[in-house]
């Protein structure tokens, strides 16, 4: 499986982002897609996933209502929409795939990531 996520930039508080991510190769056994997150000095946090369906979604409480993570079923690409961004979000984001049929918000449950992409967000 590869992934590959795009999407990142400079904005200023309270601007918008929606970063992208592509996955390809063997895709059939992947159930959940997420989304993470690593400020400097910090560890790697979850974000939001999305199941393969793009049925189920789930978010850490700091960006519900903010941000919102959906699919392309056609081109099997996965969205991380991100409104009204804060400075607290920089970070470099990542995409990650698991093959895990229960979804989880821990990194080492998902089995494939993306080169990460880095979102700035300016005060």
């Known amino acids: 499986v590869q992934l590959q996520a795009s999407g990142g930039g400079l904005v200023q508080a309270g601007g918008s982002l929606r970063l992208s991510c592509a996955a390809s190769?063997?895709?059939?056994?992947?159930?959940?897609m997420g989304w993470f997150r690593q400020a400097p000095g910090k560890e790697r946090e979850f974000v939001a996933a999305?199941?393969?369906?793009?049925?189920?979604?789930y978010y850490r409480d700091s960006v519900k209502g903010r941000f919102a993570v959906s699919r392309d079923n056609a081109k099997i690409t996965f969205y991380l929409q991100m409104n009204s961004l804060k400075p607290e979000d920089t970070a470099v984001y990542y995409c990650?795939?698991?093959?895990?049929?229960?979804?989880?918000?821990?990194?080492?449950?998902?089995?494939?990531w993306g080169q990460g992409t880095q979102v700035t967000v300016s005060s």
């Open positions: 990650a795939a698991s093959l895990d049929t229960v979804v989880s918000v821990r990194a080492q449950k998902y089995d494939y």
């Open positions: 190769g063997r895709t059939l056994n992947i159930y959940h």
């Open positions: 999305i199941n393969w369906g793009g049925t189920s979604t």
